[in-house]
Each structure stands twice: as structure tokens, then as C-alpha cells.
């Protein structure tokens, strides 16, 4: 069964940084792709990033381009988000999502299975 924890969420003051971290278990990692989505109060999810594990490519929404880094450790099953330079528009719960095979795409839809998500709150 495949299974998503997130982590690493929590209250920063404008221009800080985060990391967030997704410990995959139950699929085999390297054929997969992986992908950070987010929700704000009053918004519809939308996607932020995703990775393509075995051949590393990667995809941005705009709004993030140039703040945000996706990576991964595949000793760990683990994909990890770095959020730098956040604003408070980026307040909102993360979510990481996965699926089989690689899939160069931020639709909700061409996702398999979610975590249950960690609040990122950016404030001063």
C-alpha cells in the first residue's frame, strides 16, 4: 500500500525558509514521480512541484519558480521541498502526492495517493 508522511511544516516570519520532508513507503520509489501540492483557506489545491525520481527531472508552478527546491534521497524513499524567500501568500497546507512511473505534471488528478499534509504558516 502506498503511504506519503509529510513533515517539517510550521510558523515562519516573511523571507524565511522551511523544509519539508515526504517519506514514501510501499512502492518502488525510483519508478515513481513525486509531487508537492498546496491548499490555502478558501482555495482550490494546487500543485507546486514535482520530481520524476530515477531520471531527477523537475517542474514548478510560476508562483514558486526561483524560492522553492524539489529534491530526493532515495537511500531514504524520501523527497524534501526547501521553501526559501516565503511570503505570506505561500501560507497553506503542503501536501505530498505520489504515482507510478513518471509523469511530468501538477494535475491532481495524475496523482495516486496523498499524505495527510503539514500547515505552513508564513506571518510576522
Known amino acids: 500500500q502506498l503511504q506519503l508522511v509529510e513533515s517539517g511544516g510550521g510558523l515562519v516570519q516573511p523571507g524565511g525558509s522551511l523544509r519539508l520532508s515526504c517519506v514514501t513507503s510501499g512502492f518502488t520509489f525510483d519508478v515513481s514521480t513525486i509531487a508537492w501540492f498546496r491548499q490555502a483557506p478558501g482555495k482550490e489545491r494546487e500543485g507546486v512541484s514535482y520530481i520524476t525520481i530515477r531520471i531527477g527531472r523537475t517542474g514548478y508552478a510560476d508562483s514558486v519558480k526561483g524560492r522553492f527546491t524539489i529534491s530526493k534521497d532515495s537511500a531514504k524513499n524520501t523527497v524534501y521541498l526547501q521553501l526559501d524567500s516565503l511570503k505570506p501568500e505561500d501560507t497553506a497546507v503542503y501536501y505530498c502526492?505520489?504515482?507510478?512511473?513518471?509523469?511530468?505534471?501538477?494535475?491532481?488528478?495524475?496523482?495516486?495517493?496523498w499524505g495527510q499534509g503539514t500547515q505552513v504558516t508564513v506571518s510576522s
Open positions: 502526492a505520489a504515482r507510478r512511473g513518471y509523469y511530468f505534471s501538477l494535475r491532481e488528478t495524475d496523482y495516486e495517493s
